[in-house]
Every structure is written in C-alpha cells, then in structure tokens.
C-alpha cells in the first residue's frame, strides 16, 4: 500500500546531542512537510519541501534543519536539541495543488515521538 | 495569519449525534479540511469543503458558511472508536493549511 513511513516511532536523545528523524513515501507527491505537535496542541508547520524547493517558516528555530535528497525521501535534523523540543514530530505529503477549487489533502506519516533527556 | 477556533473537549454517549464547531479567519480561503487523530498518531483526513453547504459521507458530515467563517462536523450514530481529537486546518492564502488545537471527543456508552 502507498503510504507515509516515519523511523523511527520513538526517539530519545540527550540535550544538546544531534538527532535525525526520517520520513520516506511511496504516494510519489511532490510536497513533504515537517510538523512539530506538542500535547494538546495544533500540528506546527516547521518546513515544506515542494519538489526540491524548500520553504521554511518564519518562525522555525535554526535549531532545525531539513533535507529532501530525492522524491521519496525527508529528514529533519535536529542540530542541538533542548527540553523544549520534546514532541511529536509529524511528516505529512501532498500533490501539487494549487488554484481556488484544488484540493491539498494532506497524509502523515505515524509519527516520531522524541524525548530530550 | 489564520486564526481557528475550536471547542477543546465534548463528551457525547455512544449511539447520539455530536456537532464540532470550527470558526476561523483567513486571509484568503482556499478549503477547510476536518481531520481525525487517535492519540499517540498521525491525523488522518475526514472531509473537505470549499463550496458553502453539507458534505455528507457515511456517518459523518461536514458544513461551511464562508460569509460566516463557519464549519462543523457532524457525527452521527457515535461509536466508542471514534473517541479521538478532531482537528480543523484551513488553507488561506497558500495551498497550505493551518490546522487548530483541535477538539477532544470523548464518546462513553
């Protein structure tokens, strides 16, 4: 089945110690993207990719970097990591969608829950 | 910026119907999406709307009112399983969508 895949599904890292979590799909969409969830919160846009372009929020830390090496495949590197980046972090795709009446329905992966000790 | 509302937590008895409320602001509006995430996974996709009316599919339907800035889910014939958050995302501007804090639906028999 085509899907989202994310390793691993529990990460734990130590302050300060550089992670990275990756993200794979076989949907063959052009657009990836990395989310950060904390509990009970809204899914927080951190980067997208659309094809090899990469798009970063105004807000994301530098602390956090991201690559796209090819269409199937995503990581996000966590340089140094802090407490306060205990979360999930979600990996989603979509097609290239654009235009009033497009459709952009998004597909995630199962989600990489990290702890920063 | 994009602004979503959403009630936090709604508890509703097996076999009833609940209604999910969503009012946001965008500038621009390019769809709303409702989304179902168990806990501890990934959201998975329920419905879309950007034409103003009732979406139905199965157990569950969605409504927009653009003028109002308005959307609901509505879930009928409740099922313990579909105890989940249900989470609200609007695409603005951009085709990308900004989704709310979501709303934690408890279903007990």
């Known amino acids: 089945d085509a899907m989202v895949i994310q390793n691993p599904r529990y990460q734990v890292t130590q302050f300060g110690k550089p992670v990275t979590l990756s993200c794979s799909q076989t949907l063959n969409h052009n657009v990836m993207y990395w989310y950060q969830q904390k509990s009970s919160q809204a899914p927080k846009l951190l980067f997208h990719y659309y094809d090899k372009d990469f798009n970063n929020e105004a807000d994301t830390p530098d602390n956090f970097q991201s690559r796209r090496p090819n269409t199937s495949f995503c990581f996000l590197d966590i340089r140094s990591p802090g407490l306060g980046d205990a979360a999930m972090y979600l990996c989603?795709?979509?097609?290239?969608?654009?235009?009033?009446?497009?459709?952009?329905?998004?597909?995630f992966g199962a989600g990489t829950r990290l702890s920063v000790l | 910026g994009q602004n979503i509302d959403q009630p936090t937590e709604m508890t509703a008895t097996e076999g009833a119907i609940v209604q999910i409320n969503c009012t946001y602001q965008?500038?621009?509006?390019?769809?709303l999406f409702w989304y179902q995430q168990h806990a501890g996974e990934a959201p998975t996709f329920l419905s879309y709307n950007v034409l103003d009316g009732l979406e139905e599919k199965g157990r569950f339907s969605s409504f927009l009112s653009r003028s109002k800035g308005y959307s609901y889910l509505l879930l009928k014939e409740l099922q313990m399983k579909d105890s989940a958050s249900y989470l609200c995302a609007v695409s603005g501007g951009s085709y990308i969508p900004t989704f709310g804090r979501g709303t934690s639906l408890i279903v007990h028999p």
């Open positions: 965008t500038s621009g509006f390019n769809g």
């Open positions: 989603a795709t979509s097609t290239d969608a654009t235009g009033t009446l497009a459709k952009n329905i998004q597909y």
